[in-house]
């Protein structure tokens, strides 16, 4: 009788709790079928808002088209006022039926630098579907601009759309420290909230809200105004010794970087036209940091013990490196954000062959260098979040070099200087490139490709004379020069 009782009160008590979930569901949808009903009108009968390439962080002034007809009004070319940043570029006005338009947008790694386009990642791609298909008339247009941030990209992405474009390439991340942006005004939400915004995004009301806002926030706000012409920090007198740490401007930076990424996806998403993203690589191994600065609140006697066994370490040499650990690493426990002495302590752990905690000190020195001319990990994260989350195909051209170099360490085997890739790098980028469009079913893979593509190289390379090669050993010393503050790049 007890145990008939027990299971009574039991079924009664789970009957309740049960009522209670139900109660509470039902008050949930009681409260949220306004928002319900104003989602499905608004999905229903309102069209996706536009997308809004405005910048809220910053304006150009005297900005001219990237492209202008010619004189026969036969093809479009690079402006001229537009050449001291590009190289010239030329495609027909009249697109012909068996053409296939390819854009290529970032900074001076598309360029093809320290050489120029004709070793470029763009040129490989273009001799790759030659030898896929050599009936099409493969339209590969190099817009790798000197020193260009995605912020500045973004208004040549909307120029190019009205070009009949079939496909868009789009690799940046390196330069969006080398003008003086300011994030003065920027209240950073947290990380939480900023999620729960990009989530959001997927409703229609709550989008057009956000258009509506966003662009009065545009218009009211206070932004930086940039010229033309780029004009970098490191180009002005004692341009190194400006940089400081700043967390605002990291911050802002990071953030305005992911919303320009997200801004030219969203546009080639509207317009119809594909787009594949390029994850950059960076010299871990064989780039020291560019500027170094002790922690902002350290004290004198610190910084003086930090020097001191940074100095202790150096005397030994490299015969003995466990030696040289010690005090670097006490050296760090004092400072953790000097980048210069982080470095060190990954040369010394690459040198014995400690790969996995040689990759760690490195990339905490790359984070930690003050004059950020590599691309930062949230950067990177910010490209492979924007690749999963809006399903763009990736090239992770850091990948693949890293699972190509020992140790998984990128160095000079695939770069040239801090960010560079070498003629190798740019063919490898090409090949993957390739085989994204060849799983999208623009260019199927013949048979013979890897014997013809290798020819169609072959007398590529030929083509190409001494003269092409020093100037590009040339120009790489003065961008390395550059880099470290000491003279103007061109």
């Given at each position: 009788m007890e145990t008939g009782q027990f299971i009574r009160r039991n079924v009664r008590g789970r009957r309740m709790r049960l009522r209670i979930i139900a109660f509470h569901l039902a008050a949930v949808l009681v409260v949220l079928s306004p928002l319900l009903v104003v989602e499905a009108v608004t999905r229903?009968?309102?069209?996706?808002?536009?997308?809004?390439?405005?910048?809220?962080?910053?304006?150009?002034?005297?900005?001219?088209?990237?492209?202008?007809?010619?004189?026969?009004?036969?093809?479009f070319e690079t402006a001229e006022e537009r050449l001291a940043a590009f190289r010239r570029q030329s495609f027909?006005?009249?697109?012909?039926?068996?053409?296939?338009?390819?854009?290529?947008?970032?900074?001076?790694?598309?360029?093809?630098?320290?050489?120029?386009?004709?070793?470029?990642?763009?040129?490989?791609?273009?001799?790759?579907?030659?030898?896929a298909q050599p009936e099409m008339d493969w339209e590969v247009i190099n817009c790798g601009g000197i020193s260009y941030a995605g912020y500045r990209l973004v208004p040549i992405l909307e120029e190019l759309l009205r070009y009949q474009p079939d496909l868009f390439i789009i690799c940046t991340g390196?330069?969006?420290?080398?003008?003086?942006?300011?994030?003065?005004?920027?209240?950073?939400?947290?990380?939480?909230?900023?999620?729960?915004h990009r989530l959001l995004l997927n409703l229609r009301s709550y989008s057009l809200a956000d258009h509506w806002l966003s662009d009065r926030r545009v218009r009211h706000s206070r932004r930086t105004v940039l010229s033309a012409d780029v004009r970098t920090k490191l180009d002005m007198e004692k341009g190194l010794q400006s940089y400081r740490r700043d967390t605002v401007r990291r911050g802002g930076t990071i953030e305005h970087f992911r919303r320009n990424l997200e801004t030219m996806v969203r546009m080639c998403r509207e317009a119809r036209v594909p787009i594949i993203l390029v994850n950059p690589v960076s010299n871990l191994k064989d780039c020291p940091p560019f500027k170094s600065e002790f922690q902002a609140d350290l004290p004198q006697e610190q910084r003086q013990r930090v020097t001191d066994l940074i100095e202790q370490a150096r005397a030994l040499g490299w015969t003995d490196?466990?030696?040289?650990?010690?005090?670097?690493?006490?050296?760090a426990a004092i400072d953790d954000r000097h980048a210069a002495l982080l470095y060190q302590i990954g040369v010394c752990y690459e040198r014995l062959g400690r790969f996995s905690e040689a990759k760690q000190w490195f990339l905490k020195a790359k984070e930690e260098d003050v004059c950020p001319l590599r691309m930062l990990e949230p950067m990177h994260d910010a490209v492979l979040d924007i690749a999963v989350g809006k399903r763009v195909p990736l090239v992770d051209a850091r990948s693949l070099m890293e699972e190509r170099t020992p140790g998984g360490i990128p160095g000079?085997?695939?770069?040239?200087?801090?960010?560079?890739?070498?003629?190798?790098?740019?063919?490898?980028?090409?090949?993957?490139?390739?085989?994204?469009?060849?799983?999208?079913?623009?260019?199927?893979?013949?048979?013979?490709?890897?014997a013809v593509r290798d020819e169609l190289r072959r007398r590529h390379l030929g083509s190409l004379n001494e003269a092409y090669y020093a100037h590009g050993a040339e120009q790489l010393k003065r961008l390395n020069e550059w880099a470290r503050g000491r003279i103007p790049s061109e």
């Open positions: 229903l009968c309102v069209p996706a808002p536009p997308v809004d390439p405005e910048d809220p962080y910053v304006s150009f002034t005297g900005l001219h088209p990237l492209f202008t007809l010619n004189a026969a009004g036969t093809h027909a006005a009249v697109k012909g039926s068996r053409a296939f338009r390819i854009f290529c947008l970032g900074g001076s790694t598309v360029q093809g630098r320290p050489y120029s386009v004709e070793t470029s990642l763009t040129t490989w791609l273009q001799l790759n579907l030659r030898a390196h330069n969006e420290f080398l003008e003086d942006v300011s994030y003065g005004r920027l209240k950073r939400a947290p990380r939480v909230l900023i999620r729960l490196i466990y030696g040289k650990i010690g005090p670097l690493e006490q050296a000079e085997e695939w770069l040239l200087d801090h960010v560079h890739p070498s003629i190798e790098g740019h063919q490898l980028i090409a090949d993957e490139l390739y085989g994204i469009m060849e799983r999208m079913k623009i260019a199927p893979r013949p048979d013979n490709w890897r």
